[in-house]
């Protein structure tokens, strides 16, 4: 979702259908009461988005209730379900439930600091999919912006989520300083969009010839079950391409609920610990999710961020460029960095991440990168 698009809960029901299907489910969404409004293709996924009148769908008793309608009308007509599901919202990158990011709390002010620099990591291929991204000076020249994914913004205009692409960087090079970095916005500056938008801008960078994709965000699902979108666009990656995603920082209010698209069987889930091991009390419990696969620090790491007045949820804060943070985004990141940092020659990605993980202690039974 670009900077200042609308809020998300301005906009119309919206349900995504397998593209072949789309002239079959209008006809049932006609039938049942909920006529569909605009489509929009997305060839790289094989799906359409279909809009929906807020109005008419409330009065059938809600998304759900017309799902679980059409769901009803093709198994008695065919014994058949086409491809259909929600366009979903993601977290806010800075709170617990949307798609957005992994934080835990605002970001902490801190002095100026310098940044590692060096080959480590060089010829490697890495992707940022987040906010904006500010061209913080010690990172100058080390990352490559895509199309609208600088920040143009005075700080002052921004909340604290606007920094989450800038916090991530920098994390993702301290590890791996030589690497090729390529960050584009799939967020807005809230750190939020919805799932459709998130999952075209996977597959479009994830074509791009990268080699490791980071999504520090997410979002949940009603039942559980993985969100289309997302595990279309997963699954539509290249197959080389190595996707680390934040576990998320949900655990105190739901001990046991997956984020999508981390808990998905082909993206490593990163979940966070403090300095000394411990599990961050915001990040899923392995021993209770069982899809988090590894654990990095993730309380109270320093990175590079932005400067000037900055909105907090306590206020406005004056940053100079760095700041201390927490949350399973900056866990993935260090794990994104470590991968890329490892990487050797003529090894892939996944090969580096499954030696790192072979050779490392364990927490909670699963690999802890320390």
């Known amino acids: ?104 709390g605002d970001p902490v002010v801190v002095a100026a600091s310098t940044w590692p620099s060096g080959a ?41 989520a606007a920094g989450h692409a800038t916090f991530v960087a920098g994390l993702v090079l301290r590890e791996a300083p030589g690497a090729d970095l390529r960050v584009h916005r799939v967020l807005g500056d809230d750190g939020t969009a919805d799932s459709w938008t998130v999952a075209r801008e996977i597959v479009r960078l994830g074509r791009t010839g990268v080699d490791v994709l980071n999504l520090s965000l997410g979002c949940f699902t009603d039942d559980g079950r993985p969100p289309l979108v997302l595990a279309t666009a997963v699954d539509r990656l290249p197959p080389h391409v190595l996707v680390v995603a934040a576990a998320g920082n949900h655990a105190e209010q739901f001990p046991k609920r997956p984020m999508w698209p981390a808990a998905l069987d082909d993206v490593v889930a990163v979940g966070a610990v403090d300095s000394d091991g411990q599990s961050a009390p915001f990040s899923p419990d ?32 004056e940053f100079d460029g760095f700041a201390r943070w927490s949350g399973t985004s900056f866990a993935a990141a260090l794990v994104t960095g470590r991968i890329a940092a490892a990487v050797g020659e003529h090894e892939s990605p996944a090969d580096a991440y499954r030696r790192l993980v072979a050779g490392a202690p364990t927490r909670a039974g699963v690999a802890w990168l320390g």
Do not use: C
Not at 23 to 36: D, F, K, N
Not at 44 to 49: D, F, N, S, Y
Not at 299 to 307: A, F, H, I, P, W
């Open 1 to 104: 979702m670009p900077a200042g698009a609308p809020p998300l809960d301005a906009t119309p029901d919206q349900v995504v259908v397998a593209t072949g299907h789309v002239a079959a489910v209008t006809a049932a969404l006609e039938a049942i009461g909920a006529p569909a409004g605009r489509t929009e293709d997305a060839p790289e996924l094989g799906l359409t988005l279909v809009d929906l009148e807020r109005v008419q769908v409330d009065a059938l008793g809600g998304l759900d209730a017309v799902l679980q309608a059409l769901y009803a009308r093709f198994d008695e007509q065919y014994g058949w379900v086409p491809t259909i599901g929600k366009n979903r919202v993601l977290e806010r990158v800075i709170a617990h439930h949307k798609v957005g990011g992994g934080d835990e």
């Open 120 to 160: 480590v990591g060089a010829g490697v291929r890495v992707a940022v999919g987040d906010t904006g991204i500010v061209p913080a000076p010690v990172l100058a020249g080390r990352f490559l912006a895509g199309e609208g994914s600088l920040l143009a913004t005075a700080p002052e205009d921004l909340d604290a």
């Open 286 to 317: 392995p021993a209770l999710n069982p899809w988090v696969d590894v654990l990095a620090p993730g309380v109270d790491l320093l990175s590079t961020y932005l400067s000037g007045a900055v909105r907090t949820s306590g206020g406005e804060a």
